[in-house]
């Protein structure tokens, strides 16, 4: 039963450089998505996928881009890191979109630190 | 911005013991709303969803007031193990994808 699977865990970069954070799920959901965690903001939304092929922008997108390579996989791209994109990362996904789900199903998180 | 307001506590409480906390939303026309709990550097995880009638799950109720737009969580006989952050989440219609809103959390710490 993995559910949605994030990789890296870990990861520490140095500002400017980029990487990609992977997420997959196995419960055939059509809906995807990215969120952020930093202490005293709860989580807010960067981007999400309604579905194969599509992406739109949530709530704090800019310094991201994404990709949905199929109905599995949603991926999330730092092109040039940040300091201020030092976070928790958590992949979700769900049945239905963000306008009817209830249950949201989360990756175990990636923890990014930008020097 | 839509707006979900919590405690952000922590709550101190001794086993055994009920302890409940409330979360307020701004958004009248809200029309869904969630409990979700967050064990310490892991993923949120649903708990339970609040119905209009109320429901209650073992040692856990969820209520809704929409009159007052808060929705509240209750933990009777609390156990060590409900230590958790608890997330309130609210859907709101017309959102779109960022129709669900996260509370910043109740930090809930049963002692021993």
């Known amino acids: 039963n993995a559910g949605v699977t994030q990789t890296p865990k870990f990861q520490v970069l140095k500002t400017g450089q980029s990487m990609t954070l992977q997420c997959a799920q196995d419960?055939?959901?059509?809906?995807m998505y990215w969120y952020r965690q930093d202490p005293g903001m709860g989580l807010r939304l960067i981007y999400y996928s309604a579905s194969e092929g599509t992406t739109d922008k949530g709530e704090v997108p800019n310094g991201y881009n994404v990709s949905r390579l199929n109905k599995r996989e949603f991926s999330l791209r730092l092109e040039s890191a940040a300091p201020s994109q030092t976070s928790v990362y958590f992949c979700?996904?769900?049945?239905?979109?963000?306008?009817?789900?209830?249950?949201?199903?989360f990756g175990e998180g990636s923890r990014l630190t930008v020097l | 911005r839509k707006e979900v307001e919590q405690d952000p506590g922590p709550f101190n409480v001794p086993e055994g013991a009920t302890v409940a906390f409330n979360c307020t939303y701004s958004n009248s026309a809200s029309q869904s709303f969630f409990w979700y709990r967050q064990d310490c550097r892991k993923e949120p995880k649903l708990l339970m969803s609040?119905?209009?009638s109320g429901n209650e799950d073992g040692r856990f109720t969820a209520q809704l007031n929409r009159a007052s737009q808060y929705i509240s969580l209750l933990i009777r006989d609390s156990k060590l193990s409900d230590s958790a952050t608890y997330l309130c989440?609210?859907?709101?219609?017309?959102?779109?994808?960022?129709?669900?809103?996260f509370g910043k959390g109740t930090h809930l710490i049963i002692q021993p």
């Open positions: 609040v119905y209009s």
């Open positions: 979700a996904s769900s049945e239905a979109s963000l306008a009817v789900a209830g249950e949201l199903f």
């Open positions: 419960m055939n959901h059509n809906s």
């Open positions: 989440v609210v859907n709101s219609p017309g959102g779109g994808a960022d129709g669900l809103t």
